[in-house]
């Protein structure tokens, strides 16, 4: 019996099963065991689950009693039940339990969890979710679900018929979404949740914002009507309506949660991964101060959650220890069409919540014409991520209205769709008659509610007019960005020192490790005893050494810092070892954490992907203002992948929404004959993002007051490590962009002293040059350089004992240094030949960006010169013996002009 019993327990993935004392009756129970898993695993492809019927129902003979030599008079006690049942349902034949098993996964709702991998979720999702299908709602929940329905369809049709021909991407035809939202907040609430995160993209997002996270109508309309919805005097962008963001906080049966519908772009499912770096920000201060939770919810398209592979990448994200949240809610908005596009067009799976099987992700499945359970998956949904911290989907398939937006026809391409739609009732009607004809809710009490809620609606709307709108308060500079400002003056002489003693020390303990913990011997010496050595013979401080006391100098102000990317911990070039491996053990131990800094260091080595991580720190940056959030690619060109981060978060996030990012970006860029994939971190893309001054302008006096982000090359580790300072200490964040060097990393030449780190000190957007100060007037040529190039430059000066030639480096691009830049073309008034000398080649690098600076600026330098690669279709050849040949073309070029 024992035998058997293991052998019942294997064949239903952990189901609970009892036998009878009979051997025919404990092959029944098996066989019992082996429908109730066909339901479990094949129920769903003939669940009731598409309100338009277009999705095949396919009804599995592993479902069929007859397929285990089952007869559904079978009674129930005489195999004991093999589910866990509710006390309130009495099962007494096989047919009863097939009855019980049909309600629960082939009605309007059903599930799939065959997937997912541990034996004690499986039980717990199985069990539970059966439950609730068996439960009824009380007569209040249920009239709260219809009111939710009927506002809105009241503020769809109320935009539709005062914006007709405005975009509004309606929730028309999936309006159980709003159901879905406040049962996940009611339930957030109830479990002590402090924050529920959302990131969503537009469909339905209007109707969230102001029915539901308290987006004041007026101001809606107000921004619908073409207006600003920034404050006079507020200098930004702004953004299109469906981008809106707001943060609120609802309260629940006495339970408050605060919730954030953050802003998103047009970019669909971009905002994933950084709605979850903001959860986690929010997750590591709640830590802090309590242990308080914050969840992540994200709503989805059906093509886009299907189609995008940043949700792909951010589910990856999903269990690894340096990006969990402890489980992201996700609600797919399923419209059964992605703007012209059908399903079979969409996307290879039958579903488009399948993406998150991979993960072993739990998936529901439901008709949204089931307002009742919508809710109780929803609440589902949210003790799941409780219980076990892990992500689950909601599909919720419904259907669109109107087309894409509301001025698209659809049936130019879907007519038979569209005809069947054009036939259905809506959801909030079609519930409202349900209840009427219970009793609950009469077609009196509808007319009413609907009345007044419109009501609110044209009060809002008078208020948008503009003899009576006022604008709110902003909340951009609120809570932990209290402080800081919004419009400010670019200050480059800022001190970012720190005191020499402290750094001396933070560098000693930047190596030093417990007695018993055995690093590698050849680490041991190239790392810890070479950084010990050269502070104290020569006080000299190289680039792996300056970042180390840029981050340990900032953790002792009590500032965090969070570094990510591929490798970090040890560096793709072996230069930084934040992380030291015992190797013994595989152990890591943290010098920086253990040198009783008030602040902590996260060192994540991240997973192959460069746009959802980038998202990710992008994120934490909004909510973390005091954390210095770092993202390394492993080589610069990774960044590509991350194009859209960049444009849609990185260098247009304040513009756009106010929202400030500490945020940044290391990007090895080096031509050092490595290929065209690992020379180039595409600055040229970086400077035509920037908005520093532009050219052709009439006011020759050109002052920069603004800028959207700060694009760095520089060439001495003191610039590097005040650069890094610099992003903390200003009472302002900008995101900041290095191409940081790579043979810099050991190049002899390259090191700076622990006096150029010490207070007093403070980054240079352009570095003299050291060799002709003292004497400027021999000067008869100036070099304009950026980066590591100077240091070849230099060499070759030597080498051929010139004199008269100086090399002046940028070490910040943009904002543009015109007054350092200014400086130095009056230092050298003799000279009267001027060129710009770079690596890169002549259609990429910062030559089309400097090139119209110096000429419209200054007269002397409008014949400037281009030294550097010609036009390339790649960034870089691939052929060494080419490369070592432009090389030495560029250097030689240099000094003949």
């Not at 999903?318 to 059908?342: E, M, W």
């Not at 240091?791 to 904002?815: C, F, G, H, M, W």
């Not at 390339?872 to 003949?896: D, M, P, R, V, Y």
Request: glycine share 6%.
């Amino acid at each position: 019996m024992i035998g058997l019993r293991s052998l019942i327990n294997k064949s239903t993935n952990g189901v609970r099963l009892y036998s009878s004392s009979s051997s025919s009756n404990a092959v029944t129970s098996i066989n019992v065991s082996r429908l109730v898993n066909g339901y479990r695993v094949h129920g769903h492809l003939c669940a009731n689950i598409d309100p338009l019927a277009r999705m095949e129902r396919i009804r599995s003979k592993m479902l069929s009693p007859e397929q285990y030599e089952l007869s559904v008079d079978t009674k129930i006690d005489s195999i004991k039940s093999p589910i866990q049942i509710p006390s309130h349902i009495k099962l007494n034949t096989l047919s009863d339990l097939v009855g019980y098993l049909e309600k629960s996964y082939c009605n309007d709702v059903t599930a799939q969890f065959d997937h997912v991998e541990s034996v004690e979720e499986k039980e717990w999702l199985y069990e539970n979710f059966e439950k609730i299908q068996h439960q009824t709602l009380d007569k209040e929940q249920r009239v709260s679900i219809l009111k939710n329905l009927i506002k809105s369809e009241v503020f769809d049709h109320f935009m539709q018929k005062k914006f007709p021909t405005f975009k509004r991407y309606g929730l028309e035809g999936n309006e159980s979404m709003m159901i879905a939202c406040e049962a996940i907040f009611k339930q957030s609430a109830a479990n002590n949740l402090k924050n529920v995160v959302i990131g969503m993209p537009h469909r339905g997002r209007l109707n969230l914002l102001v029915q539901m996270c308290k987006y004041p109508a007026k101001d809606l309309f107000w921004k619908v009507k073409g207006n600003s919805e920034l404050a006079p005097g507020v200098l930004g962008l702004g953004d299109v309506v469906s981008h809106i963001g707001v943060s609120s906080d609802l309260e629940y049966n006495g339970n408050k949660v605060h919730v954030s519908l953050i802003h998103n772009p047009s970019h669909l499912e971009a905002v994933d991964p950084v709605a979850l770096g903001k959860t986690r920000a929010k997750q590591f201060y709640e830590q802090s101060q309590g242990g308080k939770d914050s969840l992540c919810l994200m709503l989805h398209g059906d093509a886009a959650v299907a189609g995008q592979g940043v949700v792909t990448e951010s589910l990856q994200l999903s269990q690894l220890g340096g990006f969990t949240v402890g489980g992201c809610v996700h609600v797919i908005v399923n419209n059964q069409l992605g703007f012209t596009t059908i399903p079979v067009n969409g996307r290879s799976t039958r579903y488009s919540s399948d993406v998150g099987k991979f993960v072993g992700c739990p998936i529901i499945v439901v008709n949204s014409q089931s307002p009742e359970q919508v809710e109780k998956v929803s609440k589902f949904a949210v003790e799941y991520r409780q219980r076990f911290n892990k992500d689950i989907i909601i599909d919720l398939i419904g259907w669109r209205k109107y087309g894409h937006n509301e001025v698209d026809e659809p049936a130019f391409t879907q007519p038979t769709m569209y005809n069947n739609i054009r036939k259905k009732l809506s959801i909030p009607q079609a519930y409202a008659a349900q209840l009427s004809q219970e009793g609950l809710f009469s077609a009196e009490q509808l007319s009413e509610f609907t009345t007044a809620e419109q009501q609110k609606l044209e009060e809002q709307l008078r208020l948008s007019a503009p003899d009576t709108f006022e604008y709110g308060p902003m909340d951009q500079l609120e809570g932990k960005w209290k402080g800081f400002v919004q419009n400010h003056t670019i200050q480059n002489d800022i001190d970012t020192g720190y005191d020499t003693n402290e750094l001396i020390q933070i560098a000693k303990d930047s190596v030093k490790i417990p007695e018993d913990f055995n690093i590698h011997q050849r680490l041991a010496r190239s790392f810890s005893a070479a950084r010990l050595d050269k502070l104290n013979k020569s006080s000299q401080v190289d680039w792996a050494t300056a970042e180390s006391l840029a981050v340990g100098s900032l953790m002792k102000q009590g500032y965090n810092v969070r570094i990510s990317g591929q490798d970090v911990g040890r560096g793709t070039f072996s230069q930084r070892h934040f992380n030291l491996h015992e190797q013994n053990s595989d152990k890591i131990y943290q010098p920086l954490n253990n040198m009783g800094a008030k602040g902590k260091l996260e060192v994540v080595n991240s997973n192959l992907s460069e746009f959802a991580v980038l998202c990710y720190e992008y994120g934490y940056s909004l909510e973390s203002p005091n954390t210095l959030p770092i993202w390394e690619a492993q080589f610069g060109d990774f960044v590509n992948g991350a194009q859209i981060a960049i444009d849609q978060f990185v260098v247009s996030g304040e513009a756009k929404w106010l929202r400030q990012s500490g945020l940044t970006i290391l990007l090895p860029h080096g031509y050092d004959g490595a290929g065209p994939e690992h020379s180039s971190c595409r600055i040229e893309r970086f400077l035509q993002l920037s908005d520093t001054e532009a050219v052709n302008v009439r006011d020759n006096n050109l002052t920069n007051t603004e800028t959207n982000f700060y694009f760095i090359n520089p060439s001495t580790p003191a610039n590097y490590f005040h650069a890094l300072r610099r992003q903390m200490v200003r009472n302002y964040r900008k995101p900041l962009i290095v191409a940081g060097p790579k043979v810099l990393l050991r190049h002899p030449a390259c090191y700076s002293s622990v006096q150029e780190l010490s207070s007093g000190n403070s980054f240079q957007p352009v570095l003299s040059d050291p060799e002709t100060v003292s004497n400027p007037d021999a000067i008869e040529k100036v070099i304009f350089c950026s980066g590591k190039i100077y240091y070849d430059l230099v060499e070759e000066r030597k080498n051929k004992s010139i004199t008269d030639t100086a090399i002046v480096r940028l070490e910040q691009l943009a904002p543009f240094p015109y007054e350092q830049v200014e400086t130095e073309l009056n230092r050298y008034a003799n000279a009267s030949k001027f060129a710009w000398v770079q690596e890169e080649q002549q259609n990429a690098g910062a030559w089309s960006f400097v090139e119209p600076r110096f000429k419209q600026r200054w007269s002397r330098t409008q014949s400037l010169s281009y030294i550097g690669r010609g036009p390339l279709a790649a960034s870089a050849t691939g052929i060494s013996a080419i490369h070592k040949q432009e090389a030495s073309s560029i250097i030689k070029n240099a000094f003949e002009f």
